[in-house]
């Protein structure tokens, strides 16, 4: 699976941007797609997952109501979309790709066996 993400730049406080990952090679219902970030100093953090499957969307909690992630089956691609943004969610947005991710295991990174190579968000006046 190789994944390319898309959508990042610099934004106003309270403002949206959408990221896009594109996803190419096998994907199917055994796979768990996810969004993870990485601001500079700080370990990678997960923030969103979504089964390939459909539903089953999960959230850190500081991202919780702005954020909503989704994916569309026919392109192979998954969306996060980002409202409301704030200085604090300034950073790399990575997308994962892993198989036979079990519940308990959506939010740590090493369950993930496929990476993109980031965009970047800025948010900032």
């Known amino acids: 699976v190789q994944l390319v993400e898309s959508g990042g730049g610099l934004v106003l406080p309270g403002y949206s941007l959408r990221l896009a990952c594109a996803a190419s090679g096998t994907t199917n219902n055994g796979y768990t797609m996810a969004w993870f970030r990485q601001a500079p100093g700080n370990e990678r953090e997960f923030v969103a997952a979504?089964?390939?499957?459909?539903?089953?969307?999960s959230y850190a909690s500081s991202v919780k109501g702005r954020f909503a992630i989704s994916r569309d089956k026919a392109s192979k691609t998954v969306f996060l979309q980002m409202n409301t943004l704030k200085p604090e969610d300034t950073a790399a947005y990575y997308c994962?790709?892993?198989?036979?991710?079990?519940?308990?295991?959506?939010?740590?990174?090493?369950?993930?066996?496929?990476w993109g190579q980031g965009t970047q968000v800025t948010v900032s006046s």
């Open positions: 994962a790709a892993g198989y036979g991710v079990i519940v308990s295991n959506t939010y740590n990174a090493r369950a993930y066996q496929h």
């Open positions: 979504i089964r390939w499957s459909g539903g089953a969307e």
